[in-house]
């Protein structure tokens, strides 16, 4: 990695912040506080801007709406952007600086009580602003699951439409090979390690992972979390004992979470690093790759690789020695889509969300997205009742619990520093621990 000196270290993060105030100024300047009106859909004409972080399964779903609501609208016409992950921050906050775009994906998410003010996210500061319209009175908002709606609530109101659920701290695995080399689904650490090591010695790599996209490798770190600390409440606690500093990043049972990715990294693919994550679902398919980390959103993807080749299925990555905390899937309430209140067709905004939450339409996009769906009574596939054991108890994963710090160094963002660890940087799980203890440290 590049080393940053806490000098620039500092510059950049002025730099950001300057960045981010003008935007929300700038927002809150052109939208000022417009109520959404389910009658204002009655005619939908013109351009309608979406912007998507880019994702093949949701990519394919959201086109297949887009094109039923093209059929209903003739006169409107839109104009679908994906952005890759990587990229989402900068171009969500320069498109929203522009004012066009219309229809995006937002996350606005309240922040605990124990983190200071100036740590919250640029969704909840645009939220705050005025940038998205508020949905709490909308019809179509009685379309999703109660529950689910519930959780999604910014300072009492709704600002977002859910997509679906997600869950991915495991892996697909193919079972034929496991057969043919008589393994089982393991339930400990102990176990899939034995069970990686036998596949490493028939020749076969155990797990593809996507390095050179970097967060794709983050799935190992959210397994490793979710298995040391397999409750919600257990990673709560720990968010709130780190803010608090009454632990350590580089305390054993955190640094052993970096000993569990450090030895995933050593059972990927050769020259994982270099590899996009477009490209680990055809290794899985061509039998180079025995597993391979990923989320349940992208089981579309995997299943048109594979193409019936041989079968497939999905388990927790066991990281700890106990069973039981080896039983849930770490998950999230997939991306929101929201609508501004700067739009230039706020009209066609309001029609899609309320075309994008009747059944018969979202039922268009589960179907490639494979999400888990976010309303009642559109039933389940195959693939998710093979994993239902294991998703009876719903548990955010720690990317979704963990609140990071504007004031710390970027070393410290998730704060277990799987970056870091070679080959994707160039430290041992110890000195990675170390490195981003201190630019926790910095935040306070």
Known sequence: MNAITPKRRAATRGAMALAVAGTLVALAGCAGATPASSGSTDKVSGTLNILVPSAAGSDAGFKAVNAAFEKKYPD??????????????SVESSRLSAGNVDVLVASPIATPAYVPAGSESFDAKAADAGTFVDLSNESFMKNWTPT????LKYKGKDYSVPTGLSYYTGVFYNKDLFAKQGLQVPTTWTEFVALADKLKAAGVAPLGIGGKDSWPAGLAMLAAVQGAYPGQS?????????????AKLTDPKLVDVLKKVDAMYGYAEPNFAGVAYSDVPSLFANGAVAMT???????????AAVAGKFSYGYFPIPTSDKAADNATLGGKVEIRLSATTNSKNKAAALAYLEFFSQPENYKLFIADAGFAPAQAGLGSTPFLDSIKDYTKSFSLAWDNIWTPSANAGPAAKFPFNYVGVAPLGTDTPEKAADVSQKDWSAAF
């Open 148 to 151: 689910v709606i519930d959780a």
């Open 293 to 303: 980390p990923d989320g349940t959103w992208n089981q579309t993807t995997i299943d």
């Open 76 to 89: 409107a016409k839109i104009v679908f952007t994906t952005v890759p992950t990587n990229n989402w921050a």
């Open 234 to 246: 257990d990673k709560a606690d720990l968010a709130e004992q780190l803010w608090k500093q009454k």
